[in-house]
């Protein structure tokens, strides 16, 4: 979901981010600003509108709810909808386009496709109304006023070391064989999670210490398309029978959860050891299987947390404030660098699950 003004590389450690000669990711700490302009606000019953992908995963269903019942508590008339599983692209063109013909203040959107909802976005900026990208960052557009979201270069940094660590603690000395995969061509996150995660694996594999059995080294070779864990699965049924008949899988690195669950259901079939696989979205099935000790880590982003922020610029613009933000430098969506306000990621192994989990009243049952 991350891209930078000008991209970021390699970190030397998971909780810095680093500069190098030819790339800087770089974030700002103040409250408050953006490129959005403070308005005189809107009534306090307003429309709001939230556009949302289809239900691939289970954050998505719950953000549904969350932004249901949060805007109809904070006093907001709401329309919350999901593209279809088909034509998701064209269902989440038409909901948007509705939402700004109901007079809709402001349009909350986790877009299907990043690159196709210009034509809507601006539609929407025309008639007044603030657009904020909510956890996948809208491409091409002046029309974005605000995006929202966990700091995804910084899950990517933190599956890329997870893999390294988890293999390290299953055999102490390398070199380690690995498959890389990569989430949805269409969802701008996808680059983001691959390009932070490379940040960490790329100078293990440059120094030999990390080898990609495969060779598939690029984005558009581990790309899983539709986010479907079908696909994830047909692809390393075919990896494992075109380069481990012999050869020992050491890791995998999956985007998330979905997908990491597909791997693992594919290597079992194979009747092969489950090597280090990561995760990320800290879904039920993927906890149980790290408590379970196969899936090794996931990334805590907790969708609770991230619709309640949002929620609150919407407060905020209702009240005529500038919302607050606290990155202004790092996302270029191609045409405009949109104001932002970044959550921390968490990874999640068997090791702190209890802890990270102690406060979600669906996880924590299943760590004990």
Known sequence: MRKSVVRGVAAAAIALLTLTACSQRSEDTATAGGSAESGAGFPADSLIGVALPAK???????????????????????????????????????????????????????????????TQVEAAKDAGAVVIAYDRLIKNTQGVDYYVAYDNFKVGELQGQALLDGMKAKKPEGPYTIELFSGSPDDNNSAVFFDGAMSVLKPAIDSGDVVVGSGQTEIKQTATDGWKAENAQRRMDSLLTSTYSSKTLDGVLSPNDTLARAIITSIKGAGKP??????QDSEVESVKSIMAGEQYSTINKDTRNLVKQTIQMVKDLQAGKQPQINDTKSYDNGVKVVPAYLLPPQIVTKDNAAEAYANDPTLAPLTK
Do not use: C, H, R
């Open 274 to 279: 489950i090597p280090v696989v990561t995760g």
């Open 56 to 118: 691939t995963s289970e954050n998505w269903v719950l953000a549904g709810d969350l932004f249901t019942d949060g805007l109809k508590e904070a006093g907001f008339q709401s329309d919350v909808q999901y593209a279809g599983s088909s034509t998701t692209v064209a269902d989440q063109q038409s909901q948007i386009q509705a939402m700004v013909t109901k007079g809709a203040k402001v349009i909350v959107i986790g877009a299907t496709d990043a690159a196709q909802l210009s």
